[in-house]
């Protein structure tokens, strides 16, 4: 028992020993560094002592990766480019009717155009008219009024205010009385609900002695205003 615990005891010391000569040997943090650091400078590149043969290399290689980059780039472009253009004629070559929408288009504004033109012109002689009538510029009225009825044929107003002109001429001139009855007549079967149409052509039977019709007519007068 003693002889082994004797021989472990020689043993720890030995490594005591062993261990602290390591340390010794072991280098401190200040030296490491100052080798990394050697090292370091070893490593780096010394441009300042560079050859012109080393330069003139080294620009041909930049050179050369220029244009290669350049190449690749251009040709990328024109790749992009020739998508675009065969995307652009392949809408034209599938839908060929797109250009042939733009004639209707324009045929139906012009349409537009004429008729808010036509309209213009119609009210224009609507009010001219009607201010020839008031004046008892007949003739002037009449012609005013025939030129609406041109723009819009059958037009209600513009009828209805030309029987009223031919009315007044049969009445203070004695004639046009039959194109007034005629005009009547039109207006209140294209629209039999017109109390004035009615009124104009009853007043104007009276003037010509019809007194029965002008009857008829104030009873559809009364009729209308009693059932509105």
Avoid: W
């Amino acid at each position: 028992m003693p002889g082994g615990a004797g021989g472990s005891i020689t043993a720890m010391i030995l490594s005591l020993k062993n261990n602290n000569a390591l340390l010794r040997k072991r280098k401190n943090f200040r030296d490491l560094r100052a080798e990394q650091v050697a090292e370091l400078d070893k490593r780096k590149l010394s441009f300042k002592h560079a050859d012109e043969k080393y330069l003139k290399e080294l620009r041909q290689d930049l050179l050369r990766e220029h244009k290669r980059v350049m190449i690749a780039l251009y040709f990328k472009l024109g790749l992009v480019l020739t998508i675009i253009f065969l995307l652009i004629a392949g809408i034209f070559i599938l839908i060929p009717e797109t250009t042939n929408h733009k004639e209707p288009v324009r045929t139906a504004r012009n349409h537009d155009d004429t008729v808010r033109m036509f309209a213009s012109a119609y009210k224009y002689m609507i009010r001219y008219g009607e201010y020839r009538y008031n004046a008892k510029e007949y003739k002037e009225a009449i012609h005013e009024l025939n030129q609406a009825l041109e723009l819009f044929p059958g037009d209600y107003h513009a009828s209805l205010l030309l029987s009223k002109v031919y009315t007044a001429m049969c009445k203070e001139e004695d004639t046009l009385c039959n194109d007034a009855i005629a005009t009547l007549n039109f207006v209140i079967a294209k629209n039999d609900t017109s109390v004035e149409a009615l009124e104009v052509r009853a007043n104007l039977l009276i003037h010509l002695g019809d007194f029965t019709s002008a009857s008829n007519d104030f009873d559809k007068i009364s009729l209308l205003q009693n059932n509105p």
